[in-house]
T-cell receptor, first 116, second 114 residues
Framework: KNQVEQSPQSLIILEGKNCTLQCNYTVSPFSNLRWYKQDTGRGPVSLTIMTFSENTKSNGRYTATLDADTKQSSLHITASQLSDSASYICVVRLWPNTGTASKLTFGTGTRLQVTL | NAGVMQNPRHLVRRRGQEARLRCSPMKGHSHVYWYRQLPEEGLKFMVYLQKENIIDESGMPKERFSAEFPKEGPSILRIQQVVRGDSAAYFC????????????FGSGTRLTVV
């Protein structure tokens, strides 16, 4: 069964600190992996998208890594800000990329809270 | 570019009533997807539509749920005879023809069945 598991389930950090969120998947064959940020009461917003051949991708203070061999990805947030408080969702897409939308598998997310 | 617009943001229905959720995709996007998010769960795919066509409805419950994306106007997700278990956040996403560029999500409609 294709699954995406994220850890930790929730995380509280102090403003200015760094943190790393984990995503393990069993989706196969793999096409790409995306990280989304979902603020409370809002829809998910894309942060990064990585294909099989990409190991790392950055978007400002967000850096995502991908190890397609071990089927693991991480999202590293540097110098956290209060506005980073949100759920971070890992989404994996099955190959082939031109398939239907049902080929996306969503993780349940990591709830990050950044405090003063 | 107003993004993906969903309305209403919140909808309260009594058991047995009908719920209609609307989604206007981003300008230039011809693909619409509906997802449901139950509390403490990830988003689950429901249906994928293009103008006047249902492409993939493998995530739609067999009964009471229907979706359309007419030639003119927004996409509609319709839930007939709602039950308490339908209470969830329903998200719409849209994408351009080339889906490699990903999806843009709306802010969702929170349906509460009382």
């Amino acid at each position: 069964k294709n699954q995406v598991e994220q850890s930790p389930q929730s995380l509280i950090i102090l403003e200015g600190k760094n943190c790393t969120l984990q995503c393990n998947y069993t989706v196969s064959p793999f096409s790409n992996l995306r990280w989304y940020k979902q603020d409370t009461g809002r829809g998910p917003v894309s942060l990064t998208i990585m294909t099989f051949s990409e190991n790392t991708k950055s978007n400002g203070r967000y850096t995502a890594t991908l190890d397609a061999d071990t089927k693991q990805s991480s999202l590293h947030i540097t110098a956290s800000q209060l506005s980073d408080s949100a759920s971070y969702i890992c989404v994996v897409r099955l190959w082939p990329n031109t398939g239907t939308a049902s080929k996306l598998t969503f993780g349940t997310g990591t709830r990050l809270q950044v405090t003063l | 570019n107003a993004g993906v617009m969903q309305n209403p943001r919140h909808l309260v229905r009594r058991r047995g009533q009908e719920a209609r959720l609307r989604c206007s995709p981003m300008k230039g996007h011809s693909h619409v997807y509906w997802y449901r998010q139950l509390p403490e769960e990830g988003l689950k795919f429901m249906v994928y539509l293009q103008k006047e066509n249902i492409i993939d409805e493998s995530g739609m419950p067999k009964e009471r749920f229907s979706a359309e994306f007419p030639k003119e106007g927004p996409s509609i997700l319709r839930i007939q005879q709602v039950v308490r278990g339908d209470s969830a956040a329903y998200f719409c996403a849209s994408s351009p023809t080339d889906r490699r560029y990903g999806y843009t999500f709306g802010s969702g409609t929170r349906l509460t069945v009382v």
